[in-house]
């Protein structure tokens, strides 16, 4: 399938903003499931300063603000051929072991709440199986709800707020699955909806890493595994690894945000 995306991110400030870095995953690469036929990020109200591979082999471009800067926009644009593969990744690469995706971080450490999920479900014989058991299990535990949307929660508060968006859902599957000795991580990306094409933002989901099949997607939030519809950009060992956009800025300005996307097949 091929998707066609479109991703503008509009910062605008209160006061004129004297120095600010932003850190941007925000280019998919050709992978053994995807084929990137283009993509294009521009960025007006800053420069790119340097394009690198971070430690996860995620593609990062760092911009500067212009100073006394109001307003920046961020905006992505490209097509991108996606094969179905029931969410199979495929071996793992990158410049970190397998073995670092068993460490714990603030938002995904497994504490009281996470070990008791793990100890409330019920696992399957196979490890594949008992991973789509406890996805189900997490959307059971934190049904879907918007009322909560901030990506700065633990798998742990969000299990105490008893709701939660994408991201909430990946920070505690990927608990769960570390507390159970299985490497996991987060995976930020775009998801193409059935019945849209505008969206509010991009989506995240979670992998986990399975003997002989390698790394396997989970979209808890949703049930399945990615397909032909998803589109991986960056993975992290949870959401401050792998997201779109973050920086520093100097200033006590108030800052608004704005995302315009769109998600579409060709």
Not at 177 to 187: F, I, L, Q, S, T
Not at 213 to 236: K, Q
Request: charged share 20%.
């Amino acid at each position: 399938m091929r998707l066609k995306i479109s991703h503008t991110t509009s910062y605008s400030y209160d006061q004129p903003v004297a120095y600010a870095l932003q850190q941007l995953r925000l280019r998919p690469k050709s992978r053994a499931e995807q084929t990137v036929l283009s993509w294009d990020v521009a960025v007006e109200g800053g420069q790119r300063q340097v394009s690198f591979e971070d430690e996860h082999a995620n593609t990062v471009d760092l911009i500067s603000f212009e100073p006394g800067v109001r307003e920046i926009r961020v905006h992505c644009e490209g097509e991108v051929e996606v094969a179905d593969t029931s969410g199979v990744v495929g071996k793992h690469t990158g410049f970190v072991p397998l073995w670092l995706f068993q460490r714990s971080t603030p938002l995904t450490r497994a504490g009281p709440q996470v070990r008791a999920l793990v100890a409330a479900f019920e696992r399957e014989e196979g490890l594949l199986e008992t991973l789509h058991a406890l996805s189900s299990h997490v959307i059971d535990a934190v049904p879907y709800s918007t009322d909560q949307t901030s990506p700065d929660l633990s798998a742990e508060q969000v299990l105490g707020e008893g709701h939660g968006v994408c991201q909430d859902h990946a920070h505690v599957f990927i608990a769960a699955a570390r507390a159970m000795g299985v490497p996991a991580r987060y995976v930020s990306g775009y998801l193409m909806m059935n019945d849209r094409v505008d969206q509010d933002a991009s989506h995240a989901w979670a992998e986990a890493h399975v003997k002989g099949l390698g790394w396997v997607g989970f979209d808890i939030s949703n049930g399945i595994s990615p397909d032909a519809r998803y589109v991986r950009v960056a993975t992290g060992l949870d959401y401050l690894g792998a997201a779109p956009v973050s920086g520093m800025r100097f200033g006590e300005g108030v800052e608004n945000m704005l995302v315009k996307l769109q998600v579409e097949q060709q």
